[in-house]
C-alpha cells in the first residue's frame, strides 16, 4: 500500500494512506541516500510503499519514492552528518517575528540561502503583528521591500487575533508548506489559528529569555481542510548550511545572482576584486546592505570546508 509520512520520531514512521488513516510503520532494512550523510533515512513529506504486519495494525515501509526535493540541514555548525527536515515540499514559509523575540537577517538569510539551494519557493511571514509598535512596523516595511525585491512574498499577521490570516490561508492552498522558524515565533500557533480542529502544543514564552522552549519537538504534517498539507517543525537556532560550496552562494542571493555574471573575474568573491558587478549595485543601492553584510557573514561561517581553490 501507498502512502506518505506525516510524522517521523526515529523510531518509528507515522504513514497517512490515500484513505486518509494513520498506520505507525518501521523501516525495513537500510535506506540510504547516495551522497549526503543524514540521520533520518525518510522524513515528513516522503512517499513510501509499505506492508501491514500479521497484526493489521502496523506495519513495514519497504520502498520510498523518488523525492521532488527535500531540505536538509545540520544540527549544529560543525557537525558532518545532516538531518533532512521535509521532502516533496512546495514551498517553505520562514515565520518570523520583530518583537519577543526579533528574528535576525542573517537567520533569515541563511534558511534563504537553503531553500534557494533547493529551489524551493519561499514566503516570510511577520507574526506577532499585534505587538508590534511603530519600530516594528517601520523595520518590517523596510524588510517587505528587500525580500519582496528579491522575489520572495510578504506576509504580516497575528496568530493572536487572526489579523490577516486569510492571506496565509491562500499562500496555504492546495499546496505542501514546510513552516520554519526560531522556536517561540509562534508556528504552531499560527497553524492552530487557521485550523483549531488540529490543538497543537503551544507554549508560553521562558519569561527570562524571551525564548521559545522547543514546544514542537518532530516535525509533523497535518493536511488542510480547504487543500493542501502543513508542516509544522521544531523551532530552529541556527541554520546549518550544507550541502553546497561557498562558492555557491553569491548563486543563491537572487540580486547578487543578477549582477555577478558582469563581473570581470568569474571566480569574483564580490569582496574585493577590481570591477565587480556585485560591488558597483551595491555602491548604487541596487543591494541592500544587510543582504550583502549577510552574504559576507556566511562566507566567513567557520564550518566551510576550505579546498585549495576556494576563496581565501
Ligand atoms: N502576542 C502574540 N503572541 C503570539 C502570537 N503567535 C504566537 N504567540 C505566542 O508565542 C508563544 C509561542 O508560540 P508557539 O506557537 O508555541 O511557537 P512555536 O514557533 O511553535 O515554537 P516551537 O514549537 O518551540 O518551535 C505562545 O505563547 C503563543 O501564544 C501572536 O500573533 N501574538
Ligand atoms: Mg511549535
Ligand atoms: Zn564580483
Redesign the pocket.
Known amino acids: 500500500m501507498d502512502g506518505v509520512v506525516v510524522k517521523s520520531t526515529g523510531s518509528w514512521y507515522s504513514v497517512m494512506n490515500l484513505q486518509g488513516e494513520q498506520i505507525q510503520c518501521n523501516l525495513k532494512g537500510k535506506f540510504r541516500m547516495k551522497g549526503i550523510k543524514t540521520t533520518n533515512p525518510v522524513a515528513v513529506g516522503d512517499k513510501v510503499r509499505y506492508e501491514l504486519n500479521k497484526n493489521e495494525k502496523t506495519g513495514l515501509i519497504n520502498e520510498i519514492f523518488p523525492r521532488f526535493n527535500y531540505i536538509i540541514r545540520k544540527a549544529t555548525k560543525l557537525s558532518k552528518v545532516g538531518h533532512i527536515i521535509a521532502a516533496n515540499i512546495d514551498q517553505a514559509c520562514i ?1 518570523v ?1 520583530l518583537a ?1 523575540p526579533r528574528t535576525s537577517t542573517g537567520f533569515i538569510d541563511r534558511i534563504l540561502v537553503t531553500t534557494e539551494a533547493y529551489h524551493i519557493p519561499s514566503n516570510i511571514v511577520f ?5 508590534y509598535e511603530r519600530p516594528q512596523f517601520e523595520l518590517m516595511e523596510k524588510l517587505t521591500s528587500i525580500y519582496s525585491d528579491a522575489g520572495y512574498k510578504c506576509l504580516s ?5 487572526g489579523e490577516n490570516t486569510e492571506a496565509f490561508i491562500e499562500m496555504l492552498k492546495n499546496k505542501q508548506t514546510l513552516v520554519t ?13 487557521i485550523q483549531p480542529r488540529l490543538n ?6 521562558s519569561g527570562y529569555h524571551r525564548v ?6 518532530f516535525a509533523e504534517m497535518f493536511p488542510l481542510t480547504f487543500g493542501g498539507f502543513i508542516i ?5 537556532k541556527e541554520f546549518g548550511l550544507t550541502d553546497f560550496s561557498r562558492k555557491e552562494i553569491a548563486e543563491r542571493f537572487p540580486e547578487m545572482r543578477k549582477y555577478m555574471h558582469q563581473c570581470k573575474f568569474n571566480n569574483c568573491s564580490h569582496i574585493h576584486e577590481p570591477e565587480c558587478a556585485v560591488i558597483e549595485a551595491l555602491n548604487k543601492n541596487e543591494i541592500p546592505i544587510s543582504r550583502y553584510e549577510n552574504y559576507l557573514s556566511i562566507l566567513n561561517d567557520d564550518y566551510w570546508e576550505k579546498t585549495e581553490n576556494d576563496y581565501r
Open positions: 515565520i517575528t519577543h507574526n506577532k503583528l499585534d505587538l499577521l497575528s496568530a493572536k487575533t522558524g526560531h522556536s517561540g515565533v509562534g508556528k504552531s500557533a499560527l497553524i492552530n489559528c497543537l502544543k503551544t507554549k508560553d514564552l521559545g522552549m522547543h514546544t514542537t519537538t509544522d517543525s521544531p523551532g530552529i
